[in-house]
């Protein structure tokens, strides 16, 4: 069966340039390759004669003998079908190994070089990396928010060379081991190995002549303050963003951000519960029995007065409205919830303990609970002997 024309293969007009020949194949490659065509039997033929005519095309002495002579160029005494190679310098039909492993190379860094995040080419310019700083506030300040200055520890441009890496600001130069690829490769039998550039790590540019300022790096250490806006209303674990203030990038990169993770201290007076606030209020026995009024503060430093009901019990809750903390992103105010705790008199002298007995005498319809309660509980101890 006659051979297909290899600019028809590769869906080209004769005389295309090596840039289309190189766009047809990529284009043929991934519509043919094997992997996405699991369900067509002929795709890997289709495939190899994908290959064998990129592989005499791409190649600028094999290409002008096939223009001239077609097929017949690569046949019998002008070339290899058996491996041969005619004199001036190109070989057979595309068929060997290391041609077809060079080739799908080409196909696998199109397919696959982008979903691994690092196209042919090396990395010239890299991203700063992302800083987290941890900054303590107290409860007062996350009520009211502040500006507040910090002193970050990062890797800002060189002042020097602009972030270029290079004295004098020059432009870096192409890497010759890799030719500005970033990777170089190697021949092993079938298969092509290829690795980092070892002369420019893999970025496909070198610096000449360092600068003295970064050593060629591009970027120094150092410490900088930032002038940072809390809002109204942050609570422990939230995060602010500050674009482009993190890691200065390599060579001239872009920054990397900031993030600020907030922890609120806690307060000696206050407990929070997002925008709900919480303060524990010690009376005395016979303010709780007999009622009156208190003072408690609130966060902004200000003061509330509070009525006690009389007979109040340990445990009692009184709301303050709109003195609890901010809605974080607008809403308005929390509230503040009066807790009281009653407490029990100690270090008697003789005379209250005296008074205190007179009283227990006299209020035994004062205390209904704990009347209750000890009522119930006989009544259970008598059904269990029963």
């Known amino acids: ?45 289709e495939f190899k004669e994908v290959n064998e005519a990129y592989e005499v095309l791409k190649d600028a002495e094999k290409k002008a003998a096939y223009d001239r002579f077609g097929h017949a160029a690569f046949e019998g005494g002008m070339g290899g079908g058996g491996g041969g190679q005619r004199p001036g310098g190109f070989g057979g039909g595309g068929g060997g190994q290391g041609d077809f492993a060079s080739a ?73 081991t890799c030719s500005g690829m970033g990777k170089v490769r190697a021949q092993q039998g079938f298969f092509t190995v290829e690795r980092t550039c070892p002369t420019c790590s ?53 920054s990397g951000d900031l993030y600020i993770f907030i922890e609120v201290e806690a307060h000696q007076i206050f407990t929070r519960e997002a925008e709900s606030l919480f303060c524990r209020v010690p009376v005395s026995m016979t303010d709780a029995a007999l009622g009156g009024d208190i003072e408690v503060p609130t966060i902004d430093g200000g003061r509330s007065r509070v009525k006690i009901p009389p007979g109040s019990q340990s445990g009692k809750q009184m709301r303050l409205r709109g003195k609890g903390m901010p809605a974080l992103r607008g809403g308005g105010m929390g509230d503040m919830y009066i807790e009281l705790a009653v407490e029990t008199p100690v270090n008697l002298t003789s005379r209250q303990r005296d008074l205190l007995r007179e009283f227990e005498n006299l209020s035994e319809e004062n205390n209904p609970e704990s009347t209750g309660f000890f009522r119930t509980v006989k009544t259970f101890w008598d059904s269990m002997k029963g």
Do not use: W
């Open 104 to 176: 799908f190379s080409d196909v696998f860094d199109d397919l696959f070089g982008d979903f691994m995040g690092q196209r042919r080419g090396g990395q010239r310019a890299t991203r700063g990396s992302d800083l987290r700083f941890n900054l303590r506030v107290t409860l007062e300040e996350a009520h009211r928010g502040l500006q507040k200055t910090i002193t970050v520890p990062t890797a800002v441009m060189c002042d020097v060379c602009s972030g270029s890496g290079a004295e004098g600001g020059a432009e870096p130069a192409t890497c010759p």
């Open 202 to 254: 893999g970025a496909g540019q070198i610096v000449k002549n360092p600068c003295h300022g970064c050593g060629g790096a591009g970027r120094v250490e150092r410490e900088r303050g930032l002038s940072v806006n809390i809002p109204k209303g942050v609570e422990t674990g939230t995060r602010i963003r500050l674009g482009g203030e993190g890691e200065a990038g390599l060579r001239g990169g872009p």
């Open 1 to 45: 069966m006659a051979k297909r024309d290899f600019y028809e293969t590769l869906g080209l007009a004769k005389g295309a340039s090596a840039d289309e020949i190189k766009k047809g194949y990529r284009r043929k490659a991934k519509e043919l390759h094997p992997d996405r065509n699991t369900d067509n039997p002929k795709a890997e033929a």
